[in-house]
Nanobody, 123 residues
């Protein structure tokens, strides 16, 4: 079992920045690729970013490329999502998740999920 706890969400004005953190406990964190997903009201959960087990490979949704950066610190069992140039359409609940795959954009390939953290971007 892996327990995931997100933090760092909040209210920010358009153009601002936030850094989300996801702390993991339980089984070896470095055995899992990590991903961030988000779900806005009335919409399906969507992929945001993913990072491989050692952190050497990343992937991003087109909507966040060049604005968001995913990173991880395996010594601290934590994955981060740095979000810059935030837009109102980034408003959503953000979830981190762990996958036994090398790296994945598919939510059904993630086996552990956090409870989510709310990000609200005002215009």
């Amino acid at each position: 079992q892996v327990q995931l706890v997100e933090s760092g969400g909040g209210l920010v004005q358009a153009g601002g920045s936030l850094r989300l953190s996801c702390a993991a406990s339980g089984r070896a964190f470095s055995n899992y690729a990590m991903g961030w997903f988000r779900q806005a009201p009335g919409k399906e959960r969507e992929f945001v970013a993913a990072i491989s087990r050692a952190g050497g490979s990343t992937d991003y949704a087109d909507s966040v490329k060049c604005r968001f950066t995913i990173s991880r610190d395996n010594a601290k069992n934590t994955v981060y999502l740095q979000m810059n140039s935030l837009k109102p359409e980034d408003t959503a609940v953000y979830y981190c998740a762990a996958s036994p795959r090398f790296r994945s954009t598919r939510s059904n390939e993630y086996v552990y999920w956090g409870q989510g953290t709310q990000v609200t971007v005002s215009s």
